[in-house]
């Protein structure tokens, strides 16, 4: 069984920063893309940034420029780093990775999520 575990999430001000944590722990031969979504509410989860196994990266118009997303493949982790936050970042934001586990199977896992908050 494999979990990922988001933390770093919080309360900040506008034109603040924070990092954005995310393990991914069990039964895990290869962690593949790994991403993260966000969710405001009363809207649906949209793709903030991803980035592949080889490094390549992609982002949301919205972040561009502002936050940053890497990973350590040796640990199946991923980051986000937020700068120049602002309000309109408020949502919960969920960790995403492919994952092989030690007997091949292949699949998506999802985090719980961690809540950002950005006060104006």
């Known amino acids: 069984q494999v979990q990922l575990v988001e933390s770093g999430g919080g309360l900040v001000q506008a034109g603040g920063s924070l990092r954005l944590s995310c393990a991914a722990s069990?039964?895990?031969?290869?962690?593949?893309?790994m991403g993260w979504y966000r969710q405001a509410p009363g809207k649906q989860r949209d793709l903030v940034a991803a980035?592949?196994?080889?490094?390549?990266?992609n982002y949301a118009d919205s972040v561009k420029g502002r936050f940053t997303i890497s990973r350590e493949n040796a640990k199946n982790t991923v980051f986000l780093q937020m700068n120049s936050l602002k309000p309109e970042d408020t949502a919960v934001y969920y960790c995403?990775?492919?994952?092989?586990?030690?007997?091949?199977?292949?699949?998506?896992?999802w985090g719980k999520g961690t809540l950002v908050t950005v006060s104006s």
């Open positions: 995403n990775a492919g994952i092989v586990d030690n007997r091949g199977n292949s699949y998506s896992q």
């Open positions: 069990g039964n895990i031969f290869r962690s593949n893309g």
């Open positions: 980035v592949t196994r080889g490094g390549s990266t």
